[in-house]
């Protein structure tokens, strides 16, 4: 147990949850516009698995680790753009087309990581480019916070970044409120000139914007390859994030870390001889656990509102 308890109360630990809480928390943000806006975007990770596949082989073959990157968010924005059209415009079910999206993602990526790298396993064959690091002046040189908060990839930072862009975006501009009008009541925005099907657009084309992000760290970042399926329900642990933090960016941001916590007490504890099995289900634990106390926290809300009623 000394042993454990010495493995976890580490700087090395801290600076571990941040890094793979990275992508949880891109693909949450991206819930929580779509969300707002009133879109249930559960395409979240197939989009994500598209953009690690897409940055890895665009960055191999022009040898630019940023213009993987762009091709990454690019290919995800695309994605999310076809969800948008079939489902907002064609009245698909955005449940169906989201699973429809994640099936291809899944099968599609297989296939065309086959025809790039010659195999279905990973992108080994393939020289990709990773992202830098950013290790930050005065702060890298701070005892403990230092080794927490400097030398991550500049994609943790970004998503750092993209929390206060977000939590501004809502508190303070027009179509921050737009988006939660939309989401709300959308009859009543479009009463107010609001053009609502624009607006849910937008949301969903934002939200695939910061899946790709964290599809692109996860094989520009995270690792320096594409490996089939290696987004491994990120994608569905970032929904769960949105939805226990309330569809708020702070809560999100809170929950997501949770998430990233779990996951890296599962890959620390991989070195104490507990059974790799056994750790590779702890991340969804949480998140089931995390989703039961939600809904019960719900639950008590509802029957205290029909009782006040």
Known sequence: ?????????????????????????????????????????????????????????????????????????????????????????????????????????????????????????????????????????????????????????????????????????????????RLKAVGENPNAADSVGINVMRTKTIALLLSGALAGLGGAFMSMGYVSWFARDMVAGRGWIAIAAEAMGQSSTIGTTITSLLFGAADATANALGTVGIPSELLRILPYVVTLLGLLAYALSENRKKKRRSKGA
């Open 1 to 177: 147990m000394s042993e454990i308890m010495d493995l976890l109360f580490t700087s090395e630990f801290a600076y571990s949850i941040i890094r793979v809480t990275t992508p949880i928390l891109f693909a949450a943000l991206g819930a929580v516009i779509a969300n707002t806006a009133g879109i249930a975007n559960i395409a979240l990770e197939g989009l994500m698995l598209i953009a690690a596949l897409v940055g890895v082989i665009v960055s191999a073959f022009t040898g630019s680790a940023w213009l993987g990157l762009i091709a990454a968010v690019l290919s995800s924005v695309a994605f999310a753009g076809v969800l948008a059209f079939f489902t907002l415009y064609y009245k698909t079910n955005v449940i169906l087309g989201g699973i429809a999206l994640n099936l291809f993602a899944s099968g599609g990526t297989v296939f065309f990581l086959y025809l790039f790298a010659n195999d279905k396993g990973t992108s080994a064959a393939l020289a990709s480019k990773v992202l830098p690091t950013i290790h930050i002046p005065i702060l890298k040189d701070i005892p403990v916070l230092g080794a927490i908060l400097s030398g991550h990839n500049i994609l943790t930072y970004m998503a750092a970044v993209a929390v206060v862009v977000i939590y501004l975006m809502f508190k303070k501009t027009a179509f921050g409120y």
